[in-house]
């Protein structure tokens, strides 16, 4: 099956109790839109990575970090314009509960969603 020429294809995380360390594209790619939404009373993070396997969080640097507001029943979404935000080596993503680049802290359970579109 081949990629959709528009529109882009669609991945979905809901949080594990950890970094959720995740390899979304393991070759380069363009992220379309992202949403996310956070129901923890404390802000998470967001972070992509240009990278073809899971990030190292702590250690890869990411190339996006994003606060995703407490408590936002309302999720927040970016549309990165008809390009996307190019990665020339793939697509990765993780989850942290500080905003430094070296920051490990695991998420809860349940409690963050990702949805986002790449090609």
């Not at 998420?107 to 990702?114: D, G, K, S």
Request: proline share 8%; hydrophobic share 50%.
């Amino acid at each position: 099956m081949s990629a959709p020429s528009s529109g882009g294809i669609p991945f979905k995380l809901i949080s594990a109790a950890t970094t959720n360390a995740t390899s979304v594209k393991a070759a380069p790619g363009q992220v379309l839109t992202l949403t996310v939404g956070n129901i923890n009373a404390a802000v998470r993070y967001i972070k992509l990575y240009n990278l073809a396997t899971a990030p190292t969080v702590g250690t890869t640097v990411p190339v996006f970090t994003m606060p995703i507001p407490a408590a936002s029943f309302s999720p927040i979404t970016i549309n990165f314009g008809p390009d996307g935000m190019y990665f020339s080596a793939g697509i990765a993503l993780a989850l942290t509960t500080g905003m430094a680049d070296a920051d490990t802290g695991a998420v809860a359970l349940a409690e963050q969603a990702v949805n986002l579109t790449y090609l």
